[in-house]
């Protein structure tokens, strides 16, 4: 598949993701403080040598222990750092355990 193809699938998934989760679950206007290019750019860096689709976009630290309703908790929880790609087996078993140290540093990073 080509590089082009894969940056616009990933980025469609990243702008669906950031839609439904803010307006779930937080302020929907927030969205422009979400940098999706750089998002896009860290996981196409990242990309799984094997069968990329048979992974998942998961939060290193998960999306409920910000407060999407803060600016900073918004840049914090979509910070390109804070996606990684799991395989979808691995992240459909896995609970949202909240690593706290990697939440702090994401906050005091990105709630400027």
Known sequence: MATRSVQARIRQRIRQRIKDTLHKRGNPRLAAYVRQGA?????????????????????????RAFDLNEPGHVRAAFAPENHQWLPATVNNAKSAVVNTDAMLALISKYAR
């Open 39 to 63: 998002i896009v750019q860290w996981l196409m860096a990242r990309l799984p040598r094997d069968d990329w689709t048979r992974y998942q976009i998961d939060h290193v630290v998960p999306l």
